[in-house]
Structures are given as structure tokens and as C-alpha cells.
């Protein structure tokens, strides 16, 4: 059974922490992408990874970074957070060969900053 | 660039009724179409997805959906709700960069 796994389901964070989200799939897939979920609002891609070492800014980068330093594992940085970055996490994978291939996404980091 | 959007945040069905949840696209390209549906407090899981074979998609759960390109709809239907239904689903276009486009969803309640 294919699985996508992040690091917490929920997670409390101060104002100016650094926070780190991790995201590991056992698929051995090339392509890595972390999602914010707001409602109304579906989801939002932050960042995305084509492979090791890379990286691609999605629609909402700014206060977020990433690392890819193996295949199976994609980290999210939020360097200071802040309120507005409360919100649900979700991270996913899927495979190069194929722009019609699907997404498989983990059970998501509910994140609050207070 | 592609966009979907969903028509109605909140689509309310009695159980055995037919459930309709709207999806319009647009894209540059022809495009690949999905479905994927939430369940509280877990990632989204696919329900079926459209890759040119055929205009009518079957999936998961008894789920269907068709392509009609001249309306530029991708329509998600199930013909009997069951409790089980009640959920947020999500309508995603793909583009020619492995990235995917959702709309906002639509939320099901089932009502016994």
C-alpha cells in the first residue's frame, strides 16, 4: 500500500519559532509538493521538488522554504512563523513519467501559531 | 495556465438521493482532470480521474464523472448518497508541469 507520511497531525507553534514539517513517501517517486489547505479557499501549492536538491516556487512561497536532500523525504521551513501562516499542511508525491499521473497525499499537519 | 472552479461550497443531499457536484475547467491544453475527496481530519484520496481514454469516468465508491470539452465540465455524480458520502470534495486540473490546480471544494452533508 502506497503511503505518504508527515512528521505530526497536529502541531502549536509561538510567534517567531522556526517550524519544520516533514514528509516522507515510500513510493519512489520523483516529484514532492507541500500544500496549504485554508477554507474556501481548496488548496495552495508552497513549493515543489522535480528531485534531489531541487526546488520550484509554487503560488505561495513567501515565508516558506524547503529541503529535498533524499528522494523520499521533502521538509517544509517556516524560517519565523507568524498567525497568518495557521493553517492546514498537506504534503504529496507523485511520479515524473506522466503530466495525467496522480497526486497521493499524506494525512496533513494542522498547524497552529499562537 | 489551467483553473477549475466548483460551483456551490455546500451541496446538501437526502441519503438515496443522486449527489451532483459541479466542476468547470479551463486550460491551455488538453487537459487531465481529477477528483479527490476528503474525509475529516485526513488527506485527500482519489476518486477517479479523466486521461483522454474515455469521456466517462468510473471510480471509486460508485462515483462517476464525464468530460464534455464543449462545456469545458468535468461533473462528479453518484446516483444513491450514502451516509458515508459526507465529505469535502475537490476538482484538480493538471498542467503540462506535474503540478495541479484545485478548486475550493465542495462540502457534502448526507441527511438520513
Known amino acids: 500500500d502506497v503511503k505518504v507520511t508527515q512528521s505530526s497531525r497536529y502541531l502549536v507553534k509561538r510567534t517567531g519559532e522556526k517550524v519544520f514539517l516533514e514528509c516522507v513517501q515510500d513510493m519512489d517517486h520523483e516529484n514532492m509538493f507541500w500544500y496549504r489547505q485554508d477554507p474556501g479557499l481548496g488548496l495552495r501549492l508552497i513549493y515543489f521538488?522535480?528531485?534531489?536538491?531541487?526546488?520550484e516556487k509554487g503560488d505561495i512561497p513567501e515565508g516558506y522554504s524547503v529541503s529535498r536532500e533524499k528522494k523520499e523525504r521533502f521538509s517544509l521551513i517556516l524560517e519565523s512563523a507568524s498567525t497568518n501562516q495557521t493553517s492546514m499542511y498537506l504534503c504529496a508525491s507523485s511520479q515524473l513519467d506522466s503530466f495525467s499521473n496522480e497526486q497521493y497525499f499524506g494525512p496533513g499537519t494542522r498547524l497552529t501559531v499562537t | 495556465a489551467q483553473s477549475v472552479t466548483q460551483l456551490g461550497s455546500h451541496v446538501s443531499v437526502s441519503e438515496g438521493a443522486l449527489v451532483l457536484l459541479r466542476c468547470n475547467y479551463s486550460s491551455s491544453v488538453p487537459p487531465y482532470l481529477f477528483w479527490y475527496v476528503q474525509y475529516p481530519n485526513q488527506g485527500l484520496q482519489l476518486l477517479l480521474k479523466y486521461t483522454s481514454a474515455a469521456t466517462l469516468v468510473k471510480g471509486i465508491n460508485g462515483f462517476e464523472a464525464e468530460f464534455k470539452k464543449s462545456e469545458t465540465s468535468f461533473h462528479l455524480t453518484k446516483p444513491s448518497a450514502h451516509m458515508s458520502d459526507a465529505a469535502e470534495y475537490f476538482c484538480a486540473v493538471s498542467g503540462p508541469d506535474y503540478k495541479l490546480s484545485f478548486g475550493a471544494g465542495t462540502t457534502v452533508t448526507v441527511r438520513a
Open positions: 521538488s522535480y528531485d534531489v536538491k531541487m526546488k
